[in-house]
């Protein structure tokens, strides 16, 4: 059984429009992280989260929320989507904080 | 913050030849290192987790080198074979406590 799901596996939005993502995870693991996906950028971190409740910034946080209400699922949201968010994008979750990651299957956001 | 530079960005080997895939990183601080594949339209897979005190680790094919003092890591494939095709990511924890950096990929094909 996946042990760190995503829903919906893709979307497509419209410009100015409310999305979001959702990451469910069955590890137990304390930390979960969102990431975007762009051809020719790897993966950057829009924001983890180490404990329910509390949510953290990462590399490029800006034009996203996250909200961790309980261990097990961790959400980003888009308040207003643009073209520039259309990626891929990956959620995962470790047992402490620069340990491995494991990883959900990813969601395909088109905006448009 | 940590940088990883991650080459070649594209590899084309034979069925049965080796693919060597290969990582610098900036932080001398970084305690763990990692591969993860990544097959089409799915997540990233851990392939290898390494520690810092670790200069080899061989696991079913792969062989993982990690030289401290040039701060690189490689990542080689003996013997491939088409389903090793996939896109490839180094990571590593850098200094921090919370997240890992990844390298931009590199997309491996192994034609027959």
């Known amino acids: 059984e996946a042990a760190v799901t995503q829903s919906p596996r893709s979307k497509v939005a419209v410009t100015g429009g409310k999305v979001t993502l959702s990451c469910h995870q069955t590890n137990n693991h304390d930390y979960m992280y969102w990431y975007r996906q762009d051809t020719g950028h790897g993966l950057r971190l829009i924001h983890y989260?180490?404990?329910?409740?509390?949510?953290e910034k990462g590399d490029i946080p800006d034009g996203y929320k996250a909200s961790r209400p309980s261990q097990e699922n961790f959400s980003l949201i888009l308040e207003l989507a643009s073209l520039s968010q259309t990626a891929v994008y990956f959620c995962?979750?470790?047992?402490?904080?620069?340990?491995?990651?494991?990883f959900g299957p990813g969601t395909r956001l088109t905006v448009l | 913050g940590e940088q990883v530079e991650q080459r070649p960005p594209h590899l084309s080997v034979r069925e049965g030849d080796s693919a060597f895939i290969i990582c610098t990183y900036t932080?001398?601080?970084?305690?763990?290192f990692y591969w993860y594949k990544q097959e089409p339209g799915a997540g990233l897979q851990l392939l290898m987790s390494?520690?810092?005190?670790?200069d080899r680790k061989e696991e079913q094919g792969l062989t993982v080198l990690l030289n401290k003092k040039d701060k690189r890591l490689s990542l080689n494939l003996t013997a491939a074979h088409p389903g090793d095709s996939a896109v490839y990511f180094c990571a590593d924890s850098g200094g921090s406590n919370y997240k890992l950096t990844f390298g931009k990929g590199t997309l491996l094909t192994v034609t027959p």
């Open positions: 932080d001398s601080a970084t305690a763990y």
């Open positions: 390494v520690f810092s005190n670790v």
């Open positions: 989260s180490y404990v329910a409740d509390s949510t």
């Open positions: 995962a979750s470790s047992d402490t904080g620069g340990a491995e990651q494991f």
